[in-house]
């Protein structure tokens, strides 16, 4: 199983990316997916999840508003869609899928499989 995140870049303030997380060796469709963050020198940091039943999202307070994760089942990937970036957005972006957890958790022993990352950068 490998997970493979993209669609990051560099941005100004105030502007919008979307990153997607496919996998191969899995689907994606029917496994709670995690994003985080890791930005050197501090912790990785869980910033949206989408669970497998009904679809439920969560997210990290900072990101409330701006963010949105989705499912695109027709290419069996999934999304975060980020808008109004801040220069506190800058990091790696990772997306992780877990095995038997359904529900959102921030807990990364929960995630078995990780992507290597997408990196975002938000400067002006």
């Known amino acids: 199983v490998q997970l493979q995140a993209s669609g990051g870049g560099s941005v100004q303030p105030g502007g919008s990316l979307r990153l997607s997380c496919a996998a191969s060796?899995?689907?994606?469709?029917?496994?709670?997916v995690g994003w985080f963050r890791q930005v050197p020198g501090k912790e990785r940091e869980g910033v949206a999840c989408?669970?497998?039943?009904?679809?439920?999202?969560d997210y990290v307070d900072s990101v409330k508003g701006r963010f949105t994760i989705s499912r695109n089942t027709a290419e069996h990937t999934v999304w975060l869609e980020m808008h109004n970036l801040k220069p506190e957005d800058t990091a790696v972006y990772l997306c992780?899928?877990?095995?038997?957890?359904?529900?959102?958790?921030?807990?990364?022993?929960?995630?078995?499989?990780w992507g290597q990352g997408t990196l975002v950068t938000v400067s002006s």
């Open positions: 992780a899928t877990a095995l038997t957890a359904q529900e959102c958790t921030w807990w990364i022993p929960a995630y078995h499989y």
């Open positions: 989408i669970s497998t039943a009904g679809g439920r999202t």
């Open positions: 060796g899995l689907t994606l469709d029917y496994n709670m």
